[in-house]
């Protein structure tokens, strides 16, 4: 039985990051293991109410954040939350991601190898300069499997009465501010990763980006705050 559980725990880590892999058959999801890598290959039926379906709230992230008594945990969602990385690209950040000078973050997707790069908010520049001097920016949970980080935040939300929601849910929620704010679709594009080879080739740490964090983009001039802080 605690193998089973272990499985469906590292199977619902990979449904958030690999969701193409699954599809809808009635009230369940059917994973195609295969795509898993595992050694033998069966279907597995899994309940919808184990999948994530939707983008977290603003409210829900601040009551997570309020109840975390783990200094870097809470970064972690705070950087998910302001970047709207997937939590297997944030878990692999490092210090050589950071671009000081230009104030931008660059880093290649595990899951498409394309590369994401944004410019950081003072409030960004603010957590990341709480994190180790040199390193990885998240020693002891970059170091968990991406199932061990997903069970953490799921039991966390359940203290709360939050279910719905997963870590990838925070890359949802950047998706839809994005919109809100009106930031333009490149922009979002190529902060997400959601980059052409073109884009791929042209970008190397360094490069000046002029493009504005959506944290920025939110606080125009002449703009109503869409965000509590």
Excluded: C
């Excluded at 293991?33 to 039926?45: C, I, N, T, Y």
Aim: proline letters at 5%; charged letters at 25%; hydrophobic letters at 40%.
């Amino acid at each position: 039985m605690a193998a089973a559980t272990r499985a469906k725990r590292r199977l619902l880590a990979y449904v958030e990051e690999e969701g193409p892999f699954v599809f809808e058959g009635g009230r369940s999801l059917f994973i195609d293991v295969r795509a898993f890598e595992l050694d033998h290959w069966q279907w597995m039926k899994i309940p919808l109410r184990d999948v994530t379906r939707r983008a977290i709230t603003a409210d829900e992230a601040q009551q997570l954040l309020a109840i975390e008594p783990h200094p870097e945990w809470k970064a972690f969602l705070q950087l998910l939350w302001h970047i709207g990385a997937a939590q297997v690209d944030l878990a692999a950040l490092t210090h050589e991601n950071i671009d000081w000078p230009n104030r931008t973050l660059s880093y290649t997707r595990r899951k498409t190898g394309t590369v994401a790069v944004q410019r950081f908010s003072d409030t960004v520049a603010a957590i990341l300069r709480e994190r180790p001097a040199s390193g990885p920016l998240s020693p002891h949970f970059g170091q968990q499997e991406s199932a061990a980080r997903a069970t953490r935040f799921t039991d966390q939300g359940r203290k709360l009465g939050i279910v719905g929601v997963g870590l990838h849910s925070y890359r949802y929620a950047w998706a839809e501010r994005a919109q809100v704010a009106g930031y333009p679709e490149r922009f979002a594009q190529e902060a997400l990763g959601h980059t052409s080879a073109a884009v791929h080739r042209a970008y190397a740490k360094g490069a000046r980006v002029n493009i504005p964090s959506l944290d920025e983009y939110e606080q125009r001039p002449l703009e109503a705050p869409l965000f509590a802080a």
